[in-house]
């Protein structure tokens, strides 16, 4: 498809670098756009029962599994409430994440609204995502916690680390980090309001159809 494709459009850096050293005689064609983004949910001032939020459909490559075996093994007092929100249809990964399960670890193996998903999120602290950091290259979920006005830890790589310059998008090398950034306060609801709104100017589903346009004017 890259062969035989004019241009290549990619949502991150990491997808042009991927382009670049994998199949570098294609590279030209690449541009980035980043994954465009609906209207924003309003901020609700909700108190933070939850530590992490991790929503969206549990698949292996997700590495959630490895994350809460890495909860199992710090100390007492990091003690974190963890809520999983999504289906798992791999029978053999819903037993191994279920085994996980206690007072802190809640999971609900099921499909909900993203309407839904954003009320579970004004009660988090975060909203984290676990992938395998060489399996990241955008995510549309990464966009959908933005809308919700959520604080969110990724891996430092792929859209994550394009938009780690938000103050309300941090990343981590390994589970580790993600003790210290839990250590994080919060942005202000000042400047979170003012970050998202002109996010969302600059990267609405109007201004992605205006740089597509301007990428198929240039062939």
């Known amino acids: 498809m890259m062969r035989r494709s004019d241009k290549i459009i990619t949502h991150s850096e990491s997808g ?24 924003l949910f309003p901020i609700i001032d909700a108190e933070k029962t939850i530590d992490f939020l991790i929503w969206g459909s549990v698949h292996r490559y997700k590495g959630i599994d490895k994350f809460l075996n890495f909860l199992a093994t710090i100390s007492e007092e990091h003690r974190f409430k963890v809520r999983i929100v999504g289906k798992c249809f791999d029978k053999t990964y819903l037993k191994e994440i279920t085994s996980y399960v206690n007072e802190d670890i809640m999971f609900t193996n099921e499909i909900l609204e993203l309407e839904e998903i954003y009320r579970i999120a004004q009660e988090a602290k975060f909203i984290l995502f676990t992938y395998n950091s060489d399996t990241v290259i955008s995510s549309g979920s990464l966009i959908d916690s933005i809308r919700m006005g959520s604080t969110i830890l990724g891996p430092n790589h792929g859209a994550f680390k394009d938009l780690s310059n938000l103050s309300f998008v941090k990343t981590y090398e390994n589970f580790g980090d993600i003790v210290e950034c839990s250590r994080f306060t919060g942005t202000t609801a000042d400047q979170l309001r003012s970050e998202r709104d002109v996010f969302f100017k600059e990267n609405n589903w109007e ?8 990428v198929l004017a240039d062939l």
């Open 16 to 39: 042009k670098s991927f382009v670049e050293e994998t199949y570098p005689e294609q590279a030209a064609k690449v541009v980035v756009i980043l994954h465009p983004i609906s209207e």
């Open 207 to 214: 201004r992605f159809i205006d740089k597509v346009d301007r």
